[in-house]
């Protein structure tokens, strides 16, 4: 395979393409196949992107027939009937069915320009500067993001200073029995705690890229209920968890909470294109016109499929696929889990968001390696990077799920047997 173009003139900042080194050609649903021909599983989805499979034919169909008819591409912010339909079924399928009421905000397209708009937005709101984040957190590359970010590789990056954010412990960060909560809770009623009251509080439900650490439903809800009482927004970072990953459309339904602010990304558009949106509590939207801006934030393709995905859950059908996948993949792994105490710690995640706690990133780097040759693209996760993410399409089917688990299952073995 040639890839000499991309070692002579792409920067060595490229990750994906040394893990993986071969040159992809086609996709569709959950395998990729390389130039050679040779299949893989996908249980990466770029990074969470693509959780309704690569070219989904009920989304990419829409999406054909726009890009034939000569319609708009890119708008900015002005009205397209295009933008006109995705608010529709946004609001139709996935916003009433769950009793939800969000002011929309198109933001710049990535996942860290919706976080940046979020935290933005909370601060004006408050007129308070701090933000309270979490360890392990992970929210993106821009600066307002990294400094939120837990990760000290990720926030040295910025090479500027990083204030104005409260770090505090996630759930289970410790160990189970330190209860996190009450204690934000405790230094935001306390005057002698040194912590000022912060604008915001940003969470991920589950933080995929910090090693799938999963909040319980108890600790989300007392979290919320802290954000009311000390008068702080509540903005949940739904950009890996949200779209459906967890087998609900938002991550942080089973805990029946209404955050302030959703950010939504990564799968949003059903296709892998570009697009991110801000959910705000009606009351919160003080922004002026054209306060907060941005050139791509009218990516009407992306429009055109998310509305196709929105649509999707509205199929009674196709939520009982979702539900009955993701319980599945859980007896899988648990089944993993049992026969391989030498490689794997527990069993990490919730719905169709997953990763295996391995007991040394060696191990994760070996199964990687192993998976790869054999067809399944992996990446790990966690600030030791032992854990190893699973990621399926939401839609997978049962046959390439199966067989992706036993390319894993057989990459375990090797590595139990050394
Ligand atoms: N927030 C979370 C929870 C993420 O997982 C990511 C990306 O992995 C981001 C934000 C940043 O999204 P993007 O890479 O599109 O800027």
């Not at 934000?184 to 915001?200: F, M, N, R, W, Y």
């Not at 009482?229 to 903005?235: E, M, T």
């Not at 794997?344 to 706690?357: A, H, P």
Request: some cysteine.
């Amino acid at each position: 395979m040639n890839t000499d173009i991309f070692t002579d003139y792409e920067s060595n900042v490229r990750r994906y393409g040394l893990s993986f080194p071969t040159v992809f050609t086609k996709a569709l649903g959950a395998t990729v196949w390389d130039e050679a021909g040779k299949p893989f599983i996908d249980f990466l989805v770029g990074s969470g992107a693509l959780n309704y499979g690569h070219n989904n034919p009920s989304i990419m169909a829409p999406a054909i027939e726009y890009l034939a008819g000569e319609n708009i591409l890119l708008s900015l912010d002005m009205y397209t009937a295009a933008k006109r339909d995705f608010i529709e079924a946004f609001v139709d399928f996935i916003l009433k069915p769950r009793g939800l009421s969000y002011k929309i905000q198109f933001p710049g397209p990535t996942g860290t320009n919706a976080n940046e708009a979020a935290l933005a937005l909370a601060r004006k709101y408050t007129g308070r500067s701090s933000v309270m984040a979490f360890t392990n957190a992970y929210h993106g590359m821009s600066l307002g993001s990294l400094a939120v970010s837990g990760s000290a590789s990720t926030r040295e990056l910025g090479g500027v200073a990083r204030h104005d954010v409260i770090r505090v412990p996630y759930d289970g960060y410790a160990n189970q029995a330190f209860d996190s909560a009450s204690y934000i809770d405790c230094v935001l009623g306390d005057p002698g705690s040194g912590i000022e009251k912060p604008a915001a509080i940003i969470l991920e439900t589950i933080q995929a890229e910090g090693g799938m650490n999963t909040a319980s439903a108890a600790w989300l809800i007392e979290i919320q209920r802290i954000c009311r009482k000390h008068d702080v927004v509540l903005i949940v970072d739904d950009i890996q968890a949200g779209s459906g990953r967890t087998g609900d459309f938002f991550s942080f339904e089973f805990a029946k909470i209404e955050p302030d602010i959703v950010c939504l990304s990564k799968s949003l558009s059903g296709s892998g294109s570009p697009f991110s949106i801000v959910l705000i509590r009606p009351d919160m939207d003080i922004w002026k016109p054209g306060e907060h801006s941005g050139t791509f934030r009218g990516n009407n393709l992306a429009f055109v499929t998310a509305g196709a995905m929105c649509k999707m859950w509205s199929e009674r059908q196709f939520t009982a696929d979702v539900q009955r996948t993701a319980a599945k993949l859980q007896r899988h792994l648990d089944h993993l889990v049992a026969k391989f105490p030498k490689c794997i710690e527990q069993k990490r995640g919730r719905g169709l968001m997953t990763g295996l706690k391995c007991r040394s990133q060696a191990i994760v780097g070996r199964v990687h390696d192993v998976a790869f040759e054999n067809g399944l693209l992996l990446e790990s996760s966690g600030p030791n990077r032992d854990v190893i993410k699973i990621l399926p399409p939401i839609t997978i089917t049962d046959d390439e799920l199966d067989h992706g688990i036993a390319i894993l299952s057989q990459a375990l073995q090797e590595q139990d047997n050394d």
